[in-house]
């Protein structure tokens, strides 16, 4: 069964505009990630936030973790067509083994140029 | 060169047929994976593999197995292709290790379609 659930399902924005994207999740996580994918195309980690962390930031992401919530959210800030793409949470499960990572339905962006 | 290759990258097979999905990588990770996707479905694990000798069910085992031939390698098989097999599927590694937090590592996907 999946453990993340992003939201919304798909998002259309300007190009230079903000992009949020949420997950939430039911249990305790050690880490929570964001996975990109283009358009039939293999996925590619983003980013790691762990349980102790509450915000990261790498490049133009920036990732919050509020595990009271069992949420997560992803921000991409001065978006770009190149950032059209459906993006996945994972979340590793607390004493989860190699199938400790689930992935959730995943949030498709389009960029408008 | 990419770090996970996936061979083939399309496919389409009859009703019945055995198909084989082959995976190599060069990262050197113990762990391996093999990922299934479907619209609006997400991803679903079929196998996985700890090392040469530990294959372990995901989530979707039924209608496949899988053979760890080496570190490096680790094969899909349909054994009997049903059309409702026609998917993307993704074969993955991970670093468990605690800095890298069992980040996965996807290869590009192979396409199989069963007609």
Known sequence: SQQGEEDPQALSIQEGENATMNCSYKTSINNLQWYRQNSGRGLVHLILIRSNEREKHSGRLRVTLDTSKKSSSLLITASRAADTASYFCATAISGGGADGLTFGKGTHLIIQP | DADVTQTPRNRITKTGKRIMLECSQTKG???????????????????????????????????????????????????????????????????????????????????????
Not at chain 2, 98 to 105: D, H, Q, R
Request: hydrophobic share 35%; glycine share 10%.
């Open chain 2, 29 to 115: 990770h113990d762990r391996m994976y093999w990922y299934r996707q479907d619209p609006g479905l997400g991803l679903r694990l079929i196998y996985y593999s700890f090392d040469v000798k530990d294959i372990n069910k995901g989530e979707i085992s039924d209608g496949y197995s899988v053979s760890r031939q080496a570190q490096a390698k680790f094969s899909l098989s349909l054994e009997s292709a049903i059309p409702n097999q026609t998917a993307l599927y993704f074969c993955a590694t991970s670093d468990p290790s605690v800095g890298a937090g069992n980040t996965i590592y996807f290869g590009e996907g192979s396409w199989l379609t069963v007609v």
